[in-house]
């Protein structure tokens, strides 16, 4: 009995582990499969995604903003006397100094040095405002950017800001939170679409915190990306981001708007609307030669013969020169805007001084980031703005119907001239409503961003900048014709006259003639092109003995033979070319000519070769289905002895109907379809063995 009661037990006691291990398995099953689903779906992954990035841009927010704060109170308040005024949201404060006024060029020029040598050491991509580099980045570079750029700019910055450079926080406020974003997604796995996402929502986030402007700043890094166009799938995350980050960075301080005492003034007298027209004109103007100088400052700092750490030295020292006579003009200069909201402070601005700020501050911006050193471009071109609707204020507020106020006029003046040279009027009207606590100027607000942008035309502040996706390699999948995107140049090589760099007019019009061709290309003795030869003017030289490489023309630009045919199409078109080179890598020989007629007879054949791209992993990876032509390199070949280039894989292989997956002794023949993944730089090999040439 005693044995039998014992056998029930433990037969109960299996039964009840059976039960709960299914029920565990089941349970587990289920968590995996909701899991998955929190993972990935769109919604569900920006709340977390945005909230995480938010959490730790917020964060680096206040790391940056306290470091600024440090440098400035050590270095150039205590050294020069100098303690540049703040905004009403920072604290407010009346200006001080400075007392040392010899001491500026030397505190601000080695506050660059520091910066210079910094940069140009760990991480030469934070060099120059930040923004331009994570522009590019989203762009160019996959939406990466290294993890070791996130340190280097916010001390970087901190230094040649708090030294007393003219630079803003709004770049390396873009690069380092851009940068989270972008770090994070890699660490998560994610893929250059989810990266490029993540990168925007940083900038958003860190932009929308350090200026308590979330809206704004998540509008401001869809809107900068573009000379003429949105940035629109990465808008949700951004929002999410900023508002978590603006959360985070606003409990460590507070929420208030950065310019205070504005939120009583209102548009309501269109008698004003005319002076608000004239107002964008001049910052239009000021916008053009604002972004003009930079670029000026830049080439000509390019050109000084010295190492680059100590080029942001003399822009710093040429700055420091700037201060002595004017320190209204270094640092970041919000301060000066806010005391610009009153009557009474502009009255009590120096009539030459009001005049010359506006000036000062672009000059001193492009010696500061031209030169090199890490900061912004936004402040000091909202401040140039600022400034300069407190000018017109000064010189005209006599007029009839003239505002009563100068605020509505600084206010507009910021949004128009960075609005407008930036092409982002949209997030800058929303950031400096949310800057100043008022929204109610949007319409005259209009009136001046609409003429100054349609004034700026394609001029941009962001050299990064393209004109749409359409334009951006992110985006190029989508825009262009799929199979052009995945042929390389190399698919529609036409033959083309070469003639060597030794040979004489006569004979050159003789080779010319003989392949009946009005062009053709000169070369050198290890083949590599020289320029380009036309037949019109050799026939206009009196001495058919001349050299003919004396008479070759620069090309604007040549195609590699890797290069897509639809890049191909648009270098073709952009530089108004008939025809282009085809060359054999960047440094190799003419294989031939491209022109519109070779392209679509490639087009035609490979549409009859059933040639079908699939949607790219990456940038630099993607997938192919196509069909192993009668007599190619590989047909006949097991797929170990194909000479498929490393790194190409063969996914599937699809006969008579029945898809498999192959091995290395799988033999291939004519009619196979093959499904491939390969890298951009292995297409024109791969083509070439399963398409034969």
């Not at 805007?337 to 911006?365: C, G, H, K, N, Y």
């Amino acid at each position: 009995m005693a044995w039998g009661t014992y056998g029930v037990t433990i037969g109960r006691m299996w039964v009840r582990r059976a039960l709960e291990g299914s029920w565990r398995r089941g349970a587990g099953s289920y968590l995996r499969r909701r899991l998955s689903r929190f993972t990935t779906q769109d919604v569900v992954r920006s709340l977390w995604l945005g909230g995480l990035i938010g959490l730790v841009t917020g964060l680096a927010a206040i790391l940056f903003f306290e470091a600024l704060e440090l440098v400035t109170r050590h270095v150039l308040v205590d050294l020069t006397g100098y303690s540049p005024p703040h905004p009403l949201g920072e604290g407010g404060g009346e200006p001080e100094g400075p007392t040392h006024k010899w001491a500026l060029p030397i505190v601000v020029g080695l506050g660059a040095l520091v910066s210079g040598i910094l940069v140009y050491s760990l991480a030469p991509e934070a060099e120059g405002a930040g923004a331009d580099q994570t522009i590019d980045a989203f762009h160019s570079r996959g939406g990466r950017i290294r993890l070791r750029v996130i340190p280097v700019k916010l001390i970087a910055s901190a230094i040649t800001i708090g030294s007393g450079g003219a630079a803003g926080r709004e770049g390396p406020a873009a690069q380092i939170s851009g940068g989270i974003g972008s770090v994070i997604a890699d660490r998560l796995g994610l893929d250059a679409v989810e990266r490029r996402r993540a990168l925007v929502a940083g900038m958003g986030a860190g932009i929308g915190a350090i200026f308590r402007a979330p809206l704004g700043g998540a509008m401001m890094a869809a809107e900068a990306l573009y000379r003429d166009d949105f940035e629109a799938d990465a808008i949700l995350l951004s929002l999410i981001s900023s508002i978590v980050a603006f959360a985070v960075y606003g409990a460590y301080y507070d929420y208030t708007p950065i310019f205070g005492g504005t939120a009583g003034f209102s548009f309501s007298n269109p008698e004003e609307l005319p002076y608000y027209l004239a107002l964008g004109l001049g910052c239009g103007l000021l916008g053009i030669l604002y972004a003009r100088g930079l670029e000026g400052s830049q080439e000509l700092f390019r050109r000084i013969t010295a190492p680059r750490w100590v080029k942001p030295a003399i822009g710093g020292v040429l700055v420091g020169c700037i201060a002595m006579f004017a320190p209204e003009a270094i640092h970041i200069g919000y301060g000066w805007v806010q005391r610009a909201l009153t009557p009474e402070e502009v009255m009590d601005f120096s009539l030459w001084l009001i005049i010359a700020l506006p000036l000062l501050r672009i000059i001193a911006a492009s010696l500061t980031v031209g030169s090199g050193a890490a900061g912004g471009i936004f402040a000091p071109g909202m401040v140039a703005g600022g400034m300069l609707g407190a000018l017109f204020w000064r010189l005209c507020h006599d007029l009839p119907g003239f505002p009563a106020d100068p605020a509505p006029l600084v206010i507009i003046g910021m949004i128009a001239l960075f609005g407008s040279i930036a092409h982002a009027p949209l997030a800058m009207m929303l950031m400096v409503g949310e800057m100043t606590g008022n929204l109610s100027l949007l319409a005259p607000a209009m009136v001046a961003v609409a003429v100054a942008t349609l004034l700026v035309g394609n001029t941009t502040i962001y050299r990064s900048q393209v004109a749409t996706r359409a334009d951006s390699r992110a985006h190029r999948h989508r825009f262009a014709y799929p199979l052009l995107d995945a042929l390389p140049a190399h698919r529609a090589v036409e033959a083309i006259s070469v003639v060597p760099d030794t040979e004489t007019v006569e004979g050159a019009l003789a080779r010319l003639d003989q392949d009946r061709n009005a062009e053709g290309v000169i070369v050198d003795e290890e083949q590599k092109l020289i320029g380009e030869l036309v037949a019109e003017d050799l026939r206009q030289v009196p001495d058919a003995g001349v050299p003919v490489v004396d008479l070759a023309r620069d090309l604007p630009v040549v195609v590699l033979a890797d290069t897509s045919l639809d890049e191909a199409l648009d270098r073709l078109a952009s530089h108004e070319r008939r025809w282009l080179p085809v060359l054999d890598g960047s440094d190799g020989p003419v294989l031939g000519a491209i022109n519109a007629r070779s392209v679509v007879r490639a087009y035609r054949l490979a549409v009859q070769q059933q040639v079908r791209p699939l949607t790219p992993v990456d940038e630099q990876i993607s997938t192919m289905e196509l069909n192993v032509t009668v007599g190619a390199p590989v047909d006949g070949k097991a797929l170990a002895d194909a000479f498929l280039p490393p790194g190409v894989r063969v996914l599937t292989m699809e006969r008579a109907g029945h898809v498999s997956a192959p091995t290395g002794d799988t033999v291939l023949h004519a009619g196979d379809r093959l499904t491939l993944v390969m890298t951009r730089g292995t297409r024109s090999k791969v083509l070439s063995l399963i398409l034969g040439d």
